[in-house]
């Protein structure tokens, strides 16, 4: 059985922002494919069996007008009580042994999400893909993905398409050797 593997995935602003300050996601949402596709996402959730995210992913989350994660299962990380609701489950601490445990209990595919929880992630050395969205704007001001000081990843590029909205999808995966990888696919 292949190992259980950890997947980032996230749309993102060419500066590298996720959200606005106050998390609004409306410069991202406007870029939906014009020909009605989802960039891949869609076949990207149907591997996936757990998400683990923030407390900040979660809540804007739960104001979306349809819960998108039905049918998996849901650990968010906080220090505070969260809003309940049926298969949440809340942690908090270092990821590594909270993703053990979640593979011992048979998750195969952890989608890990919010911007916080991802750099942590990448400080415990826990992702395996990185596939980053990245669309044509700049936010200038907003909540960041990566951070100064964050630890050297070597990646290698599985591939790289651009989408007539002008959209960038950049696929990755953690490069065992730790130098950065060349080749993949190009469109
Ligand atoms: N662009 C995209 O693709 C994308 C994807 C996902 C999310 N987003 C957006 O990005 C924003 C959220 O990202 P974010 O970086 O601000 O936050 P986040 O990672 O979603 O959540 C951060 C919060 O999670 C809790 N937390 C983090 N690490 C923890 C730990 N080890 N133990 C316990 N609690 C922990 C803390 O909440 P407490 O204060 O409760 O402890 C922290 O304030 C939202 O606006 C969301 O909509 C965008």
């Not at 602003?13 to 020909?35: K, N, Y």
């Amino acid at each position: 059985m292949p190992r259980p593997r950890v997947s980032v995935y996230l749309g993102v602003s060419v500066d590298l922002l996720i959200a606005r300050e106050d998390g609004r996601l409306d410069w991202l949402e406007r870029f939906h494919d014009p020909a009605g596709g989802d960039y891949g996402y869609a076949a990207f959730f149907s591997t996936i069996d757990t998400l683990v995210i923030g407390r900040a992913t979660y809540d804007t989350v739960l104001g979306f007008d349809r819960w998108p994660w039905e049918g998996k299962r849901v650990v968010v990380f906080s220090h505070r009580p969260i809003a309940p609701r049926p298969g949440v489950e809340q942690a908090e601490g270092a990821l590594a042994p909270a993703l053990e445990a979640l593979f011992a209990l048979g998750a195969r595919h952890v989608y890990l999400d919010g911007g916080a929880l991802v750099r942590q992630g990448l400080r415990e050395a826990v992702v395996d893909a990185l596939t980053l969205s990245i669309v044509p704007h700049l936010l200038g001001s907003g909540r960041p993905l990566f951070e100064r000081g964050g630890p050297e990843l070597g990646l290698r590029l599985l591939g790289a398409e651009a989408f007539p909205s002008g959209l960038v999808q950049l696929r990755y995966e953690r490069s065992e050797v730790g130098s950065p990888g060349a080749g993949g696919e190009a469109r």
